[in-house]
């Protein structure tokens, strides 16, 4: 069985809330827009005896295709896409792209405060797309030292929900377990 996933990267310089505040309190202007690419990554399937195991691997493998130079050539590649076949050819290419992938990555950063809307605190973000033809997106938000994970399923290609989201949990929790006994371990040691 073969699985991808296909990652966003944002290829913008992460500004924070303060560094745009600074920015528009002496009228400089805001780049507005998406300029983001994004890399292929070979997802292997198994259960290793140390959960970390799977988490360092992908964690160098993610760490090696966000360095390299694939995420800025699919960027403008896909804006040379676009300017020679226009809109229609550049979505036929992105479904193309998207539908050969097993799962979509996105992870937003958030601000590191929390911050309110017309004097309303938000409690969490929770950033989400639709229409993107892939069987599984999930988008993780950090805000405010929290994350936040939503997760997209096509129901034809994965029928029970409730399955997928207790097998997530569960992933979660014996990473959290094998980290806070590694880290009890380099304590001890």
Known sequence: MRCRANVIVNLRPALGVQAIAEMIEKNVAVIQGNCFGFVLIPLSIGESENPLDYVHKAKTSMDRKKHSLESQCTFYASQLFLKLFGFKGAAKLTQ??????????????????????????????????????????????????????????????????????????????????????????TKLD
């Open 96 to 185: 193309r792209v998207t539908s050969q992938t097993t799962v979509a990555l996105s992870n937003v950063i958030g601000p590191r405060e929390e911050i309110s809307c017309a004097g309303h605190p938000l409690e969490f973000v929770a950033p989400t797309c639709s229409g993107y033809p892939t069987g599984i997106m999930v988008h993780v938000c950090s805000y405010a030292n929290k994350l936040t994970f939503t997760i997209a399923v096509d129901e034809g290609i994965i029928p029970d929900l409730k399955q997928l989201g207790d097998d997530f949990i569960q992933s979660f929790m014996l990473i959290k377990e094998a980290a806070h006994h590694t880290k009890l371990a």
